[in-house]
T-cell receptor, first 115, second 112 residues
Framework: DAGVTQSPTHLIKTRGQQVTLRCSPI?????VSWYQQVLGQGPQFIFQ???????GRGNFPDRFSARQFPNYSSELNVNALLLGDSALYLC??????????????FGPGTRLTVT | GESVGLHLPTLSVQEGDNSIINCAYS??????FIWYKQESGKGPQFIID?????DKRQGQRVTVLLNKTVKHLSLQIAATQPGDSAVYFC???????????FGRGTQLTVWP
C-alpha cells in the first residue's frame, strides 16, 4: 500500500502570494493532520481534519486554512505569504481521530520557500 | 500546552556503541510518549511508544524508559548503526492534548 503522499515536493513563492499544498492519506485513513516544521525545530501542529470537519487547530493565524474532501484527501492553503512561512509542511494521516498515536503516519512533506 | 525539551541538541557516537537520547516534558496529562526518527528529506517515522502507566518498553534494538516522577524519558539505541543517523523527537500525546507536541529534536550522528 502507498504511504501518505504530498504534492508538490518543493515550492518557491514570493511574499504576499498564496499557496495550496496537497495531501493524500493512506487508503482507509479518515483523519489528516497538518504540521509546520521550521528548519532546526520540531513539527508544530496546524490543523486536524476528520470526516471532512476541522477537529483541531493550532496557534496559527487565519491566513492558514485547510479542508478535507470526500475521498479524505486534504489541502492546506496559506494566504499572504510571509518570509517566516518558509518551512517543511508535513501531513500525517491516521485511521481515526482519537486512535492511538502510533497510528499517525507522516508524509515526506512539501518544502516551501518564500522569497 | 506542552513543553518538550531535549537535553542535548546533538549526539555523536561511534558505530557499535549504545546511544541514549533524553527528553523532558511538562504536561502530566499525556497518555503516551512517542519517539520519532526523522531522516534528512523525510517525514518523521514512528519508532516506539510507551504508555504513561509503564516505565519501560523494549523494541528491536531500542528501549524506552519513562520516569514520571521527574517527567523524563529516554530512548536507548543498542549497537548504533550508520542508518540510525537522524534527528530524534519525543512527542507526548494524550486525548486531552489532542495533538502531538514535538520538541526541537536531537541530531544523532554515527561515525565509523
Amino acid at each position: 500500500d502507498a504511504g501518505v503522499t504530498q504534492s508538490p515536493t518543493h515550492l518557491i513563492k514570493t511574499r504576499g502570494q498564496q499557496v495550496t499544498l496537497r495531501c493524500s492519506p493512506i487508503s482507509g485513513h479518515k483523519s489528516v493532520s497538518w504540521y509546520q516544521q521550521v528548519l532546526g525545530q520540531g513539527p508544530q501542529f496546524i490543523f486536524q481534519y476528520y470526516e471532512k470537519e476541522e477537529r483541531g487547530r493550532g496557534n496559527f493565524p487565519d491566513r492558514f486554512s485547510a479542508r478535507q474532501f470526500p475521498n479524505y484527501s486534504s489541502e492546506l492553503n496559506v494566504n499572504a505569504l510571509l518570509l517566516g512561512d518558509s518551512a517543511l509542511y508535513l501531513c500525517a494521516s491516521s485511521l481515526s481521530m482519537s486512535g492511538g498515536p502510533y497510528e499517525q503516519y507522516f508524509g515526506p512533506g512539501t518544502r516551501l520557500t518564500v522569497t | 500546552g506542552e513543553s518538550v525539551g531535549l537535553h542535548l541538541p546533538t549526539l555523536s557516537v561511534q558505530e557499535g556503541d549504545n546511544s541514549i537520547i533524553n527528553c523532558a516534558y511538562s504536561n502530566s496529562a499525556s497518555d503516551y510518549f512517542i519517539w520519532y526518527k526523522q531522516e534528512s528529506g523525510k517525514g518523521p517515522q514512528f519508532i516506539i511508544d510507551i504508555r504513561s502507566n509503564m516505565d519501560k518498553r523494549q523494541g528491536q534494538r531500542v528501549t524506552v524508559l519513562l520516569n514520571k516522577t521527574v517527567k523524563h524519558l529516554s530512548l536507548q539505541i543498542a549497537a548504533t548503526q550508520p542508518g540510525d543517523s537522524a534527528v530524534y523527537f519525543c512527542a507526548p500525546w494524550g486525548s486531552t492534548l489532542g495533538r502531538l507536541y514535538f520538541g526541537r529534536g536531537t541530531q544523532l550522528t554515527v561515525w565509523p
